[in-house]
């Protein structure tokens, strides 16, 4: 995998102002910096993603389109948002499957770049209520699978139910998976990771140990890993 570096400094420069002047005469005043420093980069990161996304798993895209595609926009909805600030503070992508590429919500990679929080991210984060239960079904009819995804030693985090979810045993050995609302592990990186010319390995590395979570979430919802 060739060395290079796709971010730098200037990238998170320009989302800290964008905090500070979060509004829309500043962007359009700094468009041009938010094309040549956050959004260009992000877009061959992606491209040059999708050439290493198939040995993780052949199911999953790497989609360079900025809107519609795996690059977030830069735009925030505030229709029924009480926080009417225009813009996102980070940027993002999103690597989906290649059966679901119009749900955000089903299992897939992410990569999120913001000062002070960058990681890599994969599984399943705000499912609906049908998708958790095919996922809570397979821990139940799978426990070996299930076993392996927990050997491999990632961190499950997310929002988690007080209760255990109707019609599941409350005294199942895995109880508290079941009650999980979201299945999503991370890996957490260093702006000075993220501006090195090793990223892209790294961001390759992560996805690929979160992969057993994964793999056992795509098939529990009933699409191909």
Known sequence: MRARSYFGPELFQFLRELALNNRREWFLENKERYETQVREPMLQFIADFGFHLDKISRSYEADPRPAGGSLFRIYRDTRFSQDKR????????????GASRTDVHSPGFYLHLEPGNCFAGGGLWHAEPATLRKVRDAIVEHPRAWETVLRS??????????????????????????????FVADVSFTEAQVCGPRFLTSYVAACRAMSPLMEFLTKAVGLEW
């Open 86 to 97: 225009p813009y996102k503070t980070h940027t993002a992508a999103h690597f989906r499957h």
């Open 153 to 182: 030693k990632i961190s499950l985090e997310g929002d988690t139910l007080k209760r255990p979810p109707q019609g599941y045993d409350p005294t199942h050995p895995f109880i508290e998976d079941l009650k999980r609302k979201d």
